[in-house]
T-cell receptor
């Protein structure tokens, strides 16, 4: 049973456009939602994270929007650049229980000039 | 200085062999993890290790065993390697259980 569903699987965006990646979760015990960025041949790197007490968090061109009632969260990349081309993973963790991250299946983002 | 390092970066071996992957973190973190990333890029937790407490994902075969000689190291030992073990294995660490995780560069294991 996949506990974090991520879409789309792949995304092509024009340079300067907005990239949007969506995730939905099932476990209401999740209370920490990070996004990771992974370049080919590298390990995932933490990009931005949010806790359910806020509906939005912004860091530079990256914004997480969080909808607790819908059990959904999304990553918005403003002014997308070719250097943003990577695979993005959403994840969720419960502070009670195993404390283990559950990842979405990833979105391969390609930003074309 | 690399925060989380893994050796080797590539590992090619035959079925039935036993191999180990080493992981070291110099961040002073209390918790370390092993993840498996399959050919479809799906990341799955295998183990987390915190203050000598091991939490095992129930789907991990018992051929896999983590070994921690000290707080900065968590090695992964794999017995009787199978073709399906081919994947990229990532080590990660966090300052506490459930905290922000920092990943190593990965070890690509190929079993022939």
């Amino acid at each position: 049973q996949q506990q974090v569903k991520q879409s789309p699987q792949s995304l092509i965006v024009q340079k300067g456009g907005i990239s949007i990646i969506n995730c939905a979760y099932e476990n209401t015990a999740f209370d920490y939602f990070p996004w990771y960025q992974q370049f080919p041949g590298k390990g995932p790197a933490l990009l931005i994270a949010i806790r359910p007490d806020v509906s939005e968090k912004k860091e530079g061109r990256f914004t997480i929007s969080f909808n607790k009632s819908a059990k959904q969260f999304s990553l918005h990349i403003m002014d997308s650049q070719p250097g943003d081309s990577a695979t993005y993973f959403c994840a969720a963790l419960s502070g009670a229980g195993s404390y283990q991250l559950t990842f979405g299946k990833g979105t391969k983002l390609s930003v074309i000039p | 200085d690399t925060a989380v390092s893994q050796t080797p970066k590539y590992l090619v071996t035959q079925m039935g062999n036993d191999k180990s992957i080493k992981c070291e973190q110099n961040l002073g973190h209390d918790t370390m993890y092993w993840y498996k990333q399959d050919s479809k890029k799906f990341l799955k937790i295998m183990f987390s290790y915190n203050n000598k407490e091991l939490i095992i994902n129930e789907t991990v075969p018992n051929r896999f065993s983590p070994k921690s000689p000290d707080k900065a190291h968590l090695n992964l030992h794999i017995n009787s390697l199978e073709l399906g073990d081919s994947a990229v294995y990532f080590c990660a660490s966090s300052p506490l259980l459930g905290g922000e995780q920092y990943f190593g560069p990965g070890t690509r294991l190929t079993v022939t």
